[in-house]
């Protein structure tokens, strides 16, 4: 294959996987696997390997003393061969190609020592152990990488699900340009690239400016194809590619895929401003920091989608369960005293149930003549399963109109007879993109398109989109649709036999939470009875001993309240809120005292305002007080005096309490995730916690029918706040 630029009118249609030739850093030999004979090879052979005329004759373990072992591995199920040929001074690598074995040599280079290297990689896995926050593993990755390969910089990329590329951390010395933040284009690594990247993880250009060496004879005379070189390391580079690196400003490159299940997650792309080699085992190890990334990755996505999964099916269940009480199916979906269950399957803001002639709308919608004619629509598109889109614009051009409040969409088909639609709707979210360069941008000349030149921040405000929907989301409208389809309408008398298992089944648990109420708190009354025995005894008691006892008792009695406390939260979902008066000043004041005795060495001021009476559960709201003020006082404690400031905002309809502190505070640009289960801002080596505490305090906030916020500076502190109704709290309102 010459090496002449080729004339493709798009680089998307480029061969890059049969280039017909390898990069000069190496060479490469391909035998027949079924008689060992040579079939081709890189011009450049002879320049590794002391052979003659080769094309033809049969490979001598004289001349490859590897051959014994490259037999054996070629009957095991192992994926690569690896050889160290120490009389040459060569690495060897192999793989298998429908029924031909590529050899690569490659010269032995120096690099850092297997113990060296294998100690960071033990440490690294060790700190993901740990369970950082991801955005920590990823830059504590591109270090790595940047440190053992040497690059002057090294960046992680991950893709969207457009395939536009995100630089989402980076390390580097200074001498190219940072990229971090910066978005790229889903163009600047065509299709057939990604795949490549997704079947062959490792891939080194070590000098731009490289000779291609051609592999003869060009044509497999077996075959009569051109080489698949697909799982080549050697493989030449698209003229393409090279010429946008030069564009870059780098001469040489390494790129290492993150692979997700199966899936291109993203790269992790090294380059360098001059040519650079990198040896196998450094590149080995640098594919083990991938996978080690990979694993990581995987887990946090698995765990969240479980978390949603499982938070989605509870909603579910109440769906289920009202349609299967109601009269028909449709009105047990549409919301019933404030409930937004049908929302809250997928996560909108919005939905639309269509019935034959009937349209209920539920949340922010479009008008609905408008819904109408996106059921029109859709029942015109192949829909077998569940639409969803974050750009509704993208595919049906009219939603420009409402895309305020629609630009996001979950479609699915309730009836194959019927035109009965449940839709979701999310409104639109602008955001300004950061491109490493005009996307929109091509240059054009003599028939074929070149890759960009320009990798200057180029911003670009984004609307008409939504937040993605998530796989569980998509997944939760597919099994309400299944629900819907196969057992309320089909299945209604199952459905029933299944409400009467469920209640049978909340009746042990209950029965269950006595028990362990019963036994956790059997040991504190006992302690508490034997403080009082110790008590009685006064006169063999002094003064300490006796206040000792004293707080013994006080412990375990809190420690029992705490059991019930959170025995009752655990069937917070299922039972009824007891509602009463609740003396919130009263409530901070028992709160304080708990806390006293662990922060007595602590210098603490506390300002503490009017705190209005109110209708609540008095033990949950505690522990929504005891939640903020512990977390006020613990991310405080860097400050020589820690300032507690509890305050209220009473309006005609309700009252908003407020911990506010001056502690390290948070980024805003991360609130959302504050009251998330297992969300943290900040690292568990510097403040303990489960992050699980204020997870727990909005959702004791919401059973009360509140809400709750919080506002931060880094640095200068953070204010939380609850917002609870004043009007009274009906009983069915709450149960």
Request: hydrophobic share 40%; net charge negative.
């Amino acid at each position: 294959m010459s090496s002449a630029t080729p004339k493709l009118d798009s680089c998307g249609a480029e061969p890059i996987h049969i280039p017909g030739a390898i990069q000069q850093h190496g060479a490469l030999l391909v035998l027949s696997a079924r008689s060992f004979s040579i079939v081709q090879a890189s011009d450049n052979l002879t320049d590794y390997v002391d052979v003659r005329a080769i094309v033809g004759s049969v490979a001598k373990a004289s001349v490859f003393p590897f051959l014994d072992a490259l037999s054996d591995w070629y009957s095991s199920d192992e994926s690569n061969f690896r050889y160290v040929w120490t009389d040459e001074n060569l690495d060897v690598a192999a793989h298998r190609s429908a029924g031909f074995i590529v050899v690569e040599f490659e010269k032995t280079r120096q690099s850092e020592p297997a113990e060296t290297l294998m100690a960071e990689l033990t440490r690294f896995a060790q700190y993901l152990n740990g369970v950082p926050a991801l955005n920590d593993a990823l830059s504590r990755a591109a270090e790595l990488v940047s440190a053992i390969s040497g690059y002057d910089r090294t960046l992680i990329y991950e893709f969207g699900g457009d395939w536009s590329g995100h630089v989402v951390a980076e390390a580097g010395n200074g001498a190219l340009p940072s990229y971090f933040g910066l978005r790229f284009p889903a163009g600047d690594i065509p299709p057939q690239a990604r795949q490549l990247y997704t079947i062959n993880r490792l891939r080194m250009i070590p000098d731009v400016d490289y000779a291609p060496v051609p592999i003869s004879p060009a044509i497999n005379s077996e075959t009569g194809t051109v080489l698949d070189m697909s799982f080549a390391q050697l493989r030449s580079v698209s003229p393409i590619h090279l010429e946008y690196m030069r564009n870059m400003g780098t001469a040489a490159s390494m790129s290492v895929s993150i692979i997700i299940n199966g899936r291109l997650w993203g790269l992790i792309a090294c380059h360098n401003a001059a040519s650079h080699y990198v040896s196998l085992a450094v590149r080995e190890a640098c594919d083990f920091v991938a996978q080690l990334l990979s694993m990581r990755i995987a887990m946090e996505r698995s765990a969240k989608e479980a978390s949603r999964r499982v938070e989605l099916s509870i909603v579910q269940g109440r769906l289920l369960s009202r349609m299967a009480a109601a009269q028909r199916w449709a009105d047990g979906l549409l919301p019933d005293d404030g409930n937004n269950d049908l929302l809250k399957q997928v996560g909108a803001d919005g939905a639309a149930l269509i019935v034959g002639d009937e349209c209920h709308l539920v949340g922010h919608t479009p008008l609905r003549q408008d819904v109408e004619a996106l059921a029109e629509w859709l029942g015109e598109q192949d829909i077998t399963d569940v639409f969803a889109t974050e750009s509704l614009v993208g595919v049906y051009v009219d939603a420009e109109a409402y895309s305020s409040v629609a630009s996001g969409a979950i479609a699915t088909r309730l009836s194959e007879l019927h035109d009965s639609w449940l839709i979701w709707f999310r409104p639109e979210v602008i955001k300004t993109v950061q491109w490493g360069g005009n996307p929109h941008k091509t240059v054009q000349e003599s028939g074929r398109i070149h890759p960009r030149k320009s990798f200057e921040i180029w911003k670009e405000q984004v609307r008409n989109t939504a937040h993605s929907w998530s796989e569980a989301e998509i997944a939760a409208a597919r099994d309400l649709r299944s629900a819907i389809i196969g057992i309320v309408l089909r299945k209604a008398e199952e459905m029933a036999d299944l409400t009467r298992e469920l209640q049978r089944t909340n009746k042990e648990l209950e029965a269950f939470s006595y028990s362990v109420s019963h036994d956790l708190r059997a040991p504190f009354r006992h302690i508490v009875g034997f403080a009082q025995l110790l008590r009685e005894r006064s006169n063999a008691l002094d003064e300490k001993s006796l206040h000792y006892l004293q707080m013994i008792s006080e412990a375990a009695l809190s420690a029992g309240r705490l059991v019930d406390d959170l025995l009752n939260f655990s069937q917070l979902g299922r039972t009824q809120i007891s509602t009463k008066p609740v003396d919130m000043q009263k409530l901070v004041s028992e709160v304080r005292r708990t806390i006293a005795p662990s922060v007595a060495d602590r210098d603490i001021e506390w300002q503490i305002g009017e705190l209005p009476v109110t209708l609540g559960d008095p033990t949950l709201l505690r522990q929504v007080w005891y939640n903020l003020i512990d977390n006020a006082i613990k991310y405080s404690r860097r400050e020589p005096v820690s300032v507690v400031r509890i305050s209220a905002v009473e309006t005609e309809s309700t009252v908003t309490y407020s911990v506010k502190d001056n502690g390290v505070g948070f980024d805003m640009a991360y609130s959302g995730k504050l009251f998330g289960v297992f969300q943290r801002l900040q690292r568990v080596e510097d403040f303990e916690g489960t992050g699980i505490g204020l997870a727990l305090v909005r959702r004791i906030v919401e059973r009360h029918r509140g809400s709750v916020g919080a506002e931060g500076t880094l640095g200068e502190g953070a204010t939380f706040s609850f917002t609870l109704p004043i009007a009274k709290i009906e009983e069915e309102d709450i149960a």
